[in-house]
């Protein structure tokens, strides 16, 4: 079976920490995301890499940056946390090839809460 | 930009009775798959059946059944004989057939089902 974990499910940090949140995935896949997950605006795309070391920006990066040094490790790191950055933030895998039988498999999700 | 709509916020339905979740997208591309994930409450998110396409036959998974209309652009997931156990938010998801390319998410449908 497929396992993507993440280092934390839940989180209380205080406005202007730096945050680390860890995912690692032991597929041996090629794809890895960062998602954030908010009531009413479903799932985000914050940033993902198809390659160590490479990175892409989705559709909501500011305020976040990624590291991917290792192939099965991807890392979320916001800078300087701020209060509307609390959210459910949701890690993702994937083969690099799309192919009918394949999809992302997701971690438990890491709730943060910015005080 | 792909977009995915789902128009049911919230949606219930008694055991034992169908229901139908809507799902709408958009894309000028021919060379797609679309998804529904399930995530239970406080639990990972899971997927429930894929559609390819280039595939004319709707994709079927047990109890799940997909309505495909592709020059409509549709993409409604029919759940049979409600279980307590599928009470979650449901995921629309669009993803183009290519590699280095992530999902696009709809904002989901919480569904309830009723004793």
């Known amino acids: 079976d497929v396992k993507v974990t993440q280092s934390s499910r839940y989180l209380v940090k205080r406005t202007g920490e730096k945050v680390f949140l860890e995912c690692v995935q032991d597929?041996?896949?090629?794809?890895m995301f960062w998602y954030r997950q908010d009531p009413g605006l479903g799932l985000r795309l914050i940033y993902f890499?198809?390659?160590?070391?490479?990175?892409e920006k989705g559709d909501i990066p500011e305020g976040y940056s990624v590291s991917r040094e290792k192939k099965e490790r991807f890392s979320l790191i916001l800078e300087s946390a701020s209060t509307n950055q609390t959210s459910m933030y949701l890690c993702?895998?994937?083969?690099?090839?799309?192919?009918?039988?394949?999809?992302?498999?997701f971690g438990p999700g890491t709730r943060l809460l910015v005080l | 930009a792909q977009t995915v709509t789902q128009s049911q916020p919230e949606m219930s339905v008694q055991e034992a009775e169908t229901v139908t979740l809507s799902c709408t997208y958009d894309?000028?591309?021919?060379?797609?798959?679309l998804f529904w994930y399930k995530q239970p409450p406080s639990r990972q998110m899971i997927l429930v059946i894929r559609q390819e396409a280039y595939k004319q036959q709707n994709a079927t998974e047990n109890r799940f059944s997909v309505n495909f209309q592709k020059a409509a652009k549709s993409f409604s997931l029919k759940i049979s004989d409600s279980q307590l156990g599928d009470t979650a938010m449901y995921f629309c998801a669009f993803m183009f057939r290519r590699g280095n390319t992530p999902l696009v998410f709809g904002k989901g449908t919480r569904l309830s089902v009723i004793a």
């Open positions: 993702a895998s994937s083969w690099l090839v799309t192919s009918a039988k394949e999809t992302q498999y």
């Open positions: 890499s198809y390659d160590v070391k490479m990175k």
């Open positions: 894309t000028s591309e021919n060379n797609y798959y």
């Open positions: 597929m041996d896949h090629e794809n």
